[in-house]
């Protein structure tokens, strides 16, 4: 699918998903790479939101960072899916929400300002559909960046992420770090229209979003892709089951092996899931992913390892997280 799109939509797509320039007007920067208007950039990204084939222009922000995250699942019955589904999707923190091969079959991701709020978002969630929810806390990132190329041949590992600090986070920080899990406005200076609605300069804005990048508390500023809507429909999430004294190794190459686009590994649930590394592949078939899965098995540092395969077969919610209590 994503081979048959527009050659400049694929371009915007491939090229563009991380180091968004930070610029007064970004998008005049994209249109002299790709040798068109900056006018028209911004109508193609409007046009590939209105499609739902981009999520935002923005920035994905580190878990756990500026607020509080987690990864959550359910066992719900099949009848019950889409009430269930309807429940979860309801909470203004859950920004991602799949359905999965597996008895725990109803997957999401819960962010809100502080673990406080997170808890109590999660309590509601059980509390409304009688139904327990499985607390999946992030432990340790391998790789959360998702801004895998989608060309012929881009399925190159990703980088491994860069030192944190979290020093770098002002107080003020996070109005702008909410506009930009939110998505920046596609008009020609979007960080003037951010600065405006912030009571803040554009000058000023440019210099925090550049900070909190190096910083590592944004994991890429660019365009966010909906790989689903454009082709990757073969996405599984592999859980594996290994002693502590092989995540570490484990995790590191697996989220160095080709094809894998998201691993990290999280805290268990005793006798209930059992599974601290957790590891992602987004494919564009089903064959496509166990062939990536085969290779991820066969790693020395896999040897031996269980490991549960957990295919996506309904996207129910995907947006930026909630970093701040107003946020709609």
Not at 4 to 30: S, T, W
Not at 145 to 160: S, T
Not at 297 to 316: E, K, M
Request: charged share 25%.
């Amino acid at each position: 699918m994503f081979d048959r799109l527009d050659p400049v939509d694929r371009r915007l797509m491939d090229e563009f998903q991380r180091d968004l320039p930070l610029v007064p007007r970004p998008f005049a920067v994209l249109a002299d790479v790709l040798g068109v208007a900056e006018g028209e950039v911004i109508a193609r990204l409007r046009a590939l939101h209105a499609q739902g084939k981009v999520s935002r222009v923005g920035a994905t922000v580190r878990p756990n960072t500026a607020g509080a995250s987690t990864l959550a699942a359910m066992a719900v019955p099949e009848a019950r899916i889409d009430e269930v589904a309807a429940i979860v999707g309801a909470e203004p923190g859950v920004n991602h929400s799949y359905l999965r091969e597996d008895d725990w079959n109803l997957w999401f991701v819960a962010t809100a300002p502080d673990r406080a709020e997170l808890d109590a978002a999660l309590a509601r969630i059980a509390r409304r559909t009688g139904i327990r929810v499985l607390d999946l806390r992030l432990v340790r990132p391998f790789n959360i960046d998702l801004g895998f190329r989608l060309g012929a041949g881009g399925r190159a590992p990703m980088p491994e992420a860069r030192t944190v600090r979290l020093d770098a986070l002002d107080a003020g920080d996070r109005p702008i770090l909410q506009a930009l899990a939110a998505g920046l406005p596609l008009v020609p200076r979007p960080f003037l229209a951010v600065a405006d609605a912030l009571g803040r300069t554009e000058s000023g804005v440019i210099a925090t979003v550049a900070r909190l990048a190096d910083a590592g508390l944004l994991t890429r500023v660019g365009i966010i892709v909906r790989h689903r809507a454009i082709g990757w429909t073969a996405n599984a999430m592999v859980v594996w089951s290994l002693p502590e004294g092989r995540i570490e190794a484990a995790g590191r190459a697996l989220a160095s092996h080709r094809g894998v686009t998201l691993c990290y590994r999280r805290e268990t649930v005793p006798g209930v899931w059992d599974f601290p590394l957790y590891s992602m592949i987004h494919a564009q078939s089903r064959a496509e992913a166990l062939d990536t899965l085969a290779g991820a098995v066969a790693l020395p540092d896999l040897a031996g390892a269980s490991h549960r395969v957990l295919f996506s077969t309904r996207c129910f919610k995907q947006q930026g997280a909630l970093l701040q209590g107003d946020a709609a």
